[in-house]
């Protein structure tokens, strides 16, 4: 018989890697940033120009290499590709939206 362990929805925790939300972070905003681009159908040399990065660091990108960038970069891309960011902060205790802080970016 096959024993399965359920996800905690966060493969990186369950890998137990020490900086697994941040590792799962930068993956689902680099997520984001491939599909945009994909959407574009750009060339490396333009993704390079509008990103601004070198073109050796697009081929990481493109390859789903997240961990050379940090969380700050991934969304400075999502707003060189348009895409309007907005954070909600509020403490994992709080009750009401009265303590929910909301930040665009």
């Known amino acids: ?59 990481h990108l493109m390859k789903g290499e997240f961990q050379r960038f940090s969380e700050g970069k991934l969304l400075i891309f999502l707003k060189r590709l348009d895409t309007e960011i907005t954070l909600h902060l509020r403490s994992r205790y709080a009750q009401g939206e009265s303590a929910e802080t909301v930040i665009s970016l």
């Open 1 to 59: 018989m096959d024993v399965f362990e359920e996800s905690s929805g966060n493969v990186f925790a369950d890998l137990g890697l020490s900086n697994a939300d941040e590792l799962f972070t930068r993956g689902k905003i680099g997520i984001q940033v491939l599909r945009l681009l994909k959407q574009r159908h750009l060339k490396q040399r333009e993704i390079s120009e509008l990103l601004g990065i070198p073109q050796p660091e697009v081929s």
